[in-house]
């Protein structure tokens, strides 16, 4: 319990860290795109349903082969759904600290509905490894996360918005003694504090 109230603590900081908060925070996702409005200041009730996955990240779930030069990597539904519950979590924590948290949409409440629209890991993950034996877990790469933000009221679209990580290079800092799903994972965190800086007044 400490450890969980701590991290919260932390997320919150994070998303005011800054000092750009409510609507000027748009800006700090890769692309925001406003429909009917980019201020959520006045949502005190907040509805986040687990994400979902897009259509690219579904095809590969299971697959028997990789791709053509390897740059399509196979994904375990396992390995999907634990990445899914953990981009929920963070999401719940962060936002949680700056809205009251809703168990279902309605008048009032604002939904971000969510769907990860890439994932990577940085080491191969068990999928990969029973194709490919070859393989080991000192391999290394980049990882990937991308995921796409739906704001909506009774549901009445509001904003969309979409984010990637910035790790491009095997060298870049971020990935130095990388774990399976460290680009991820720091993704994960990261965007969770752009929402919660979003919704904050």
């Not at 450890?3 to 005011?16: D, Q």
């Not at 969309?160 to 870049?172: C, M």
């Not at 991820?184 to 929402?195: C, D, E, P």
């Amino acid at each position: 319990m400490r450890t969980i109230l701590f991290a919260s603590v932390a997320l919150a900081l994070a998303a005011c860290a800054t000092g750009v908060t409510g609507p000027d925070a748009a800006s700090r996702f890769d692309r925001f795109t406003v429909v009917t409005t980019k201020d959520f200041t006045g949502y005190e009730r907040v509805h986040i349903p687990r994400p979902a996955v897009g259509p690219d990240v579904q095809e590969r779930i299971g697959a028997r082969t990789r791709g053509i030069r390897n740059d399509v990597r196979p994904l375990g539904q396992r390995d999907v759904d634990a990445m899914v519950d953990r981009l929920h979590r963070d999401m719940q924590s962060a936002v949680g600290e700056v809205v009251t948290l809703v168990e279902a949409p309605g008048p009032g409440v604002l939904t971000i509905k969510t769907t990860v629209i890439d994932l990577d890991s940085n080491r191969p993950t068990q999928q990969e490894l029973a194709l490919e034996p070859s393989l080991s877990l000192q391999s290394l790469y980049a990882g990937e996360s991308s995921i796409e933000f739906e704001f909506l009221e009774n549901g009445e679209l509001l904003a969309e918005a979409r984010d990637t990580d910035n790790v491009v290079s095997l060298q870049d800092q971020a990935i130095i003694g990388a774990g399976i799903w460290t680009t991820a994972q720091q993704h994960f965190r990261q965007v969770s504090n752009k929402l919660a800086a979003l919704l904050a007044r």
